[in-house]
């Protein structure tokens, strides 16, 4: 674990604005600020030391994550990749997801926000929409293309503007915690370094398999805490019904990681079976099995 960077805060101005009458009022630099944190905090040094290769780094908040998918890795080393991305396909035009394309030449992610209705909706002649590669914040990368990243290019990344309710001293030194955006946060996007890759690679995933996000409250439509959790029910009733067993009712299922990664090895357990929902299947030792196996 590392702290990553912190940039001061503005006002819509560009005055730097004060948290208190002796602190600059400063926010942390955006995912992006990963890049200077691994070489400011020794982290690529010590990579270097123990011979790490490769990395997976990947978003907080996608409960469907494939934690260091050793098929995406294998497919990018065995592709020299020096960069990789997994993506899924936009179906919607305004879905609140930046897609990865080409502009002037070179691959980088334009954010949803940045894309016009018109240019979001282009289709192409089997259907599917021009834009349609969604960046899902699921990153493969060298250490070596790390590193150069952080010592030869890191101060060329892009800074972006995010208006936001910042506290603020007034005048008189009292301290004003705004209603309405009232300054800008200074962040780094983490895929802004696709501008420096030479071996990009993009590999689109099934989103029901690979990713449903945590972005809103309960009570909003989608991306919420019940939504994702009902996509992992989902997808483990899958990995169940695939290698043979039958779910009955239903609630939840949830197969834990000890046990399965990716539904494979389950076909001894619950090949023939029936399970009354909700379940757990837990590790082996703790899962009856046929055939006498514990």
Request: aromatic share 8%; glycine share 8%; net charge negative.
């Amino acid at each position: 674990m590392f702290e990553q960077g912190m940039m001061p805060c503005f006002d819509l101005e560009g005055k730097i604005i004060l948290d208190e009458k002796h602190r600059v009022s400063r926010s942390p630099d955006g995912n992006g600020g990963l890049y200077r944190a691994l070489r400011d905090r020794k982290i690529l040094a010590d990579m270097t030391r123990r011979g790490v290769k490769y990395l997976h780094a990947h978003s907080v908040d996608n409960i469907l994550v494939k934690v260091a998918d050793p098929i995406f890795i294998g497919f990018c080393v065995q592709r020299k990749a020096d960069c990789g991305a997994k993506v899924v396909e936009k179906t919607v035009p305004s879905e609140p997801l930046g897609v990865v394309c080409s502009v002037n030449g070179a691959y980088q992610v334009v954010e949803y926000s940045e894309v016009t209705l018109e240019t979001a909706s282009r289709q192409r002649d089997d259907g599917r929409l021009t834009f349609h590669a969604g960046n899902i914040c699921n990153h493969f990368f060298t250490s070596d293309f790390l590193m150069n990243v952080a010592n030869d290019f890191e101060n060329q990344m892009k800074l972006h503007v995010a208006n936001k309710k910042i506290p603020f001293v007034n005048s008189l030194g009292e301290r004003n915690v705004p209603k309405e955006p009232n300054g800008i946060k200074i962040e780094k996007f983490i895929f802004d370094v696709f501008l420096f890759t030479k071996n990009l690679v993009l590999w689109e995933v099934p989103r029901e398999e690979e990713f449903s996000a945590i972005k809103n409250a309960e009570g909003s439509s989608k991306d919420t805490q019940s939504t994702a959790k009902a996509a992992l029910s989902n997808l483990h009733r899958s990995y169940v019904t695939k290698a043979g067993g039958e779910l009955i009712g239903d609630g939840v299922v949830e197969v834990s990681p000890m046990l399965s990664y990716a539904g494979e090895g389950l076909e001894q357990i619950v090949s023939g079976r029936k399970f009354q929902t909700p379940v757990l299947l837990s590790e082996p030792d703790e899962v009856p099995q046929k055939n006498g196996f514990h």
